[in-house]
């Protein structure tokens, strides 16, 4: 378990491809750092999504995860702060694809990520939320972010394969309860791109809420244009289209989160 006091630490992850981790990554962070909780989203994929979806262009990538999780650089050289808000982001190149087999030779493989959100100089940032946005596998990057964080935010899209894949998450998740990180807790599961129209998309919803009770978030996501063009304009979708369904859903959720955490979340005048 982290000793980081007052930040919570949530890994935005599952191994199925395409089901929303890194929208809700860059949209949940936005929305918290919206809040004023001082905000740090760790891009841990080596697709770099979640950079690139805030505008951080690979030529300026000097300094990434790979970095941080080897420890080659100032952890303040590698944090980027987003424009002038409170969201702050670790960017991820390709770089990061070799880390998964340089790891493997390191004695505390899988504890990597952990101990480098323990130095100081991230301590000492006084973060209130740090995300990390995870690959689509359970490889050893998603197992040091799981390792580092106190709870893993599960992404699911309301289709007919999803919740078999659920269980192999929440196998490794009780693994590394098990072993490496006794704390870890399920943040929540959440429902993606979700369509109330669509009769399947009803049905997962009910089998989620029979089998998984208080472990699903009341707040969907639901399926909406605006929050699939955001990342070409480089913004979260709060910011592309603040009155957007997509953009009201990712603040609902901020609001379910903060308030789970005893933290007060106040109405933002529509703009
Ligand atoms: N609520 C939504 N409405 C419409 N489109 C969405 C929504 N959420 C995600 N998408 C789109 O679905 C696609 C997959 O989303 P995203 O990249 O967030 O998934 P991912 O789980 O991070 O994928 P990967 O496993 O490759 O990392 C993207 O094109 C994204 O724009
Ligand atoms: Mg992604």
Redesign the pocket.
Same mark, same amino acid.
């Given at each position: 378990m982290s000793s980081l006091t007052k930040t919570r630490v949530i890994a935005?992850a599952?191994q199925?491809?395409?089901?929303?981790?890194?929208?809700?990554?860059?949209n949940l962070a936005a929305a918290l750092a919206e809040q004023g909780n001082k905000t740090l989203l760790i891009d841990i994929?080596p !697709?770099g999504?979640?950079s690139t979806?805030l505008g951080i262009d690979t030529k300026s990538r000097k300094h990434t995860t790979y970095d941080l999780v080897f420890g080659d650089a100032p952890a303040t050289d590698i944090m980027r702060q987003v424009g002038e808000s409170s969201l702050w982001v670790v960017p991820a190149t390709t770089d990061l694809s070799s880390a998964d087999i340089e790891l493997m030779s390191r004695a505390r493989r899988t504890y990597l990520l952990q101990d480098a959100l323990r130095q100081p100089a991230i301590m000492q940032a006084g973060f209130d939320y740090i995300l990390i946005?995870?690959?689509?596998s359970l490889n050893l990057l998603t197992v040091n972010a799981m390792v580092a964080a106190h709870s893993v935010l599960v992404?699911l !899209?309301a289709e007919f394969f999803a919740l078999e894949g659920l269980s192999q998450l929440m196998l490794s998740i009780r693994e590394l309860r098990e072993t490496a990180n006794p704390g870890l807790r399920i943040e929540g599961i959440l429902l993606?791109?979700?369509d109330r129209r669509n009769n399947l998309a009803q049905q997962v919803e009910a089998d989620a809420r029979d089998n998984l009770g208080d472990l699903v978030f009341q707040t969907v996501?639901?399926?909406?244009?605006?929050?699939?063009?955001?990342?070409s304009y480089a913004v979260p979708v709060l910011q592309y289209d603040s009155q957007s369904k997509?953009a009201v859903?990712y603040r609902d959720l901020a609001a379910e989160l903060m308030a789970k955490h005893g933290k007060k979340h106040t109405e933002r005048a529509a703009s």
């Open positions: 935005v599952n199925k491809g395409g089901v929303g981790k890194t929208t809700t990554a860059i994929d !697709q999504n979640a979806g946005d995870c690959p689509p992404p !899209q993606t791109m979700y996501i639901p399926r909406n244009v605006r929050v699939s063009e955001a990342p997509g859903a």
